[in-house]
């Protein structure tokens, strides 16, 4: 199967799933196409679509394969005509942190990993504009991107054996919130009071693929004012 437009190259998953993998000049842009594409399928999907799981620069599509074949998905997707502006951010999500959390703080060993001074840490964080890249490892946890240079840390050495629910972390130039209490390696900033990810909900995952999100800052009373809400 030939690549086409801002698809550079497709492989087969499975008898029933291919995986489309984008181009573009950064991940960023590769996510945008991945966006755009996953919306026009959704906008009108095919009666043979079963899922299509967006990730990075890569978008899992699994058919039923009673109804058609790989080269009859190909030859859909050639049609589609997805509108590329609509990938750049679905919605936008501001969260609430509170830096420096005493469960949850690992801020004097990003300060030396980075040479940034603590405040410098935290408006840097709250200044990005990030972008849900995927969701997985655990339900709801979404992978945020990119983070500045001046802010890329590497994983802990040893990771934790508990990260609360709502750790808000950094690793290289990614960042996350936990959505519930799991293991994890990553730099912990500080708490959010927000749930992430509630299966009783229509739509248990709060952050979803291409959505936006920014960060603010709050203070331990009104996290605490929050968690109780």
Do not use: C
Request: net charge negative; proline share 7%; no cysteine.
């Amino acid at each position: 199967m030939q690549p086409f437009d801002n698809v550079r190259h497709i492989a087969f998953a499975g008898m029933d799933g291919l995986i489309l993998y984008f181009g573009g000049k950064d991940v960023t842009q590769m996510n945008a196409a991945v966006s755009a594409y996953h919306l026009a399928l959704k906008a009108n999907p095919p009666i043979w679509l079963k899922e299509a799981i967006p990730s990075y620069d890569s978008l899992l599509i699994l058919f039923d394969a009673k109804i058609t074949d790989s080269h009859g998905v190909y030859h859909l997707l050639r049609q589609l005509q997805p509108q590329m502006s609509a990938g750049k951010s679905l919605r936008r999500h501001r969260i609430p942190v509170w830096y420096g959390a005493p469960e949850a703080n690992d801020l004097d060993e990003v300060a030396s990993h980075t040479g940034l001074a603590v405040s410098e840490i935290i408006a840097l964080h709250t200044a990005t504009v990030y972008r849900v890249f995927a969701v997985g490892f655990a339900p709801g946890f979404a992978y945020l991107g990119e983070s500045p240079e001046r802010l890329s840390v590497p994983r802990r050495k040893t990771p934790r054996t508990k990260v609360p629910a709502g750790a808000v972390a950094l690793a290289d130039r990614q960042a996350a919130v936990y959505p519930q209490m799991s293991p994890g390696g990553w730099q912990l900033l500080g708490l959010s009071p927000l749930t992430l990810f509630d299966p009783a909900s229509a739509q248990p995952a709060l952050l979803q693929a291409g959505d936006a999100v920014e960060f603010y800052e709050i203070d331990e009373r009104e996290y605490l004012e929050q968690v109780k809400a």
